[in-house]
């Protein structure tokens, strides 16, 4: 093994193949707070309510904050992957079980209700933990809502009737980095893309890049776990296995006989490849199969927006070239707080601002 390399920033020590060492990190009148993302299936909830945990222990104890589209719809359980009681471990769980099946819920609504749960837990003296696959809902937590045009109905519609392949051209003309982003199969949001470039000329990666260099807040400390693709694969092949041992078949029946499932929860993973199921469209392994085909590719999409927030080329990530004496190599395993709070054996860490238990303590809570 070679010899380990310090890193400064921020505040804190990174040694590669080592731990973190807090120095005194200061975030104004606030304490900071913990953001924990990764793909699905790759062990943020367990760290989440660890950090908690021993946040708890140290006298400003953790509340979780969940980041999850889904995981807001009551009994839509077993196929959100929602902790149970027993996972939760005594830890409070905020924006889980808020809506019904048969309700819509967007980023606006998550963003707002996230928001005053972080203040509500800091003048009771706790310390916000977020958490979540969603990653729409942090990067709007971090940088603000997306400030696109306005959705055009007409213009939406038409695009839609539109045959995929040549939705799919014409996004990879017009704007070959969002193709490069989205899914062939993912038609809501190609639709998007042509939808925004076609009222304002510009391509919607290019205003994201705007909403890329929004300032952030820093009062939260962002934190990734990433696994290696095959492992992450195997993982959630058995985690689909799991939820159907668990009864994930019957949760989805229970629901759709019952017609409780909107437009916007009849889509979540699982859920959408099981009412096929029931509507006659596909056997019940055929569905189960699709079920985890689907979740590893919308795994590989959560990797991007990941690196997106925290990878070694985003410029304002303290991986980023401007910010390190010497490169780290992308796949330097990296661990946060020594073995307590780290994720399971085999998972990386990667990060912009990795928070060690002892520096979110260093700050006083905000004034009510």
């Avoid at 890193?7 to 200061?26: M, N």
């Avoid at 003048?123 to 990067?139: A, C, M, Q």
């Avoid at 009737?161 to 993912?186: C, F, Q, T, W, Y």
């Avoid at 000329?201 to 705007?210: A, C, D, L, T």
Wanted: aromatic share 6%; net charge neutral; with cysteine.
């Amino acid at each position: 093994m070679h010899t380990p390399q310090s890193y400064r920033r921020d505040g804190f020590r990174c040694i590669r193949e080592g731990e973190w060492g807090p120095i005194a990190l200061q975030s104004g009148s606030m304490r900071a707070f913990p953001v924990i993302i990764g793909a699905t299936a790759s062990g943020k909830t367990a760290l989440a309510v660890e950090t908690a945990l021993l946040l708890r222990e140290r006298g400003a104890p953790g509340e979780i904050i969940s980041a999850d589209a889904f995981q807001v719809y009551r009994g839509m359980d077993i196929g959100t992957a929602k902790p149970t009681p027993d996972e939760r471990r005594g830890v409070p769980h905020h924006l889980i079980d808020i809506r019904d099946p048969s309700e819509t819920f967007n980023v606006d609504q998550w963003l707002a209700a996230a928001e005053e749960a972080i203040d509500d837990i800091r003048r009771r003296g706790g310390t916000p933990v977020v958490v979540g696959g969603t990653h729409l809902f942090i990067k709007a937590l971090l940088d603000g809502l997306f400030k696109g045009p306005a959705p055009d109905p007409a213009l939406r519609e038409a695009i839609a009737k539109l045959d995929s392949r040549e939705r799919r051209a014409e996004l990879e003309r017009v704007d070959p980095a969002a193709a490069g982003r989205i899914h062939p199969n993912d038609e809501r949001r190609t639709v998007r893309a042509l939808e925004v470039y076609r009222a304002t000329g510009r391509p919607i990666s290019e205003w994201q890049s705007q909403w890329d260099s929004t300032g952030g807040r820093p009062d939260a400390l962002l934190t990734g776990i990433l696994w290696p693709t095959a492992e992450q694969n195997q993982r959630i092949n058995a985690r689909v296995k799991q939820m159907v041992e668990d009864g994930l078949v019957e949760e989805v029946r229970r629901l759709w006989s019952e017609d409780r499932f909107g437009a916007q929860a009849r889509e979540a993973l699982g859920y959408k490849q099981l009412v096929a199921h029931f509507e006659g469209r596909c056997g019940q392994d055929e569905a189960i199969e699709q079920i985890k085909i689907q979740t590893r590719r919308f795994a590989k999409n959560q990797r991007t927006w990941l690196r997106r927030l925290l990878g070694p080329n985003d410029p304002k990530s303290d991986l980023s070239k401007e910010n390190r004496a010497t490169p780290i190599p992308p796949a330097a395993p990296l661990v946060i707080d020594g073995p307590e709070t780290a994720p399971e054996d085999g998972a990386q860490v990667i990060f912009s601002k990795v928070f060690a238990l002892d520096s979110l303590l260093t700050a006083r809570p905000a004034d009510p």
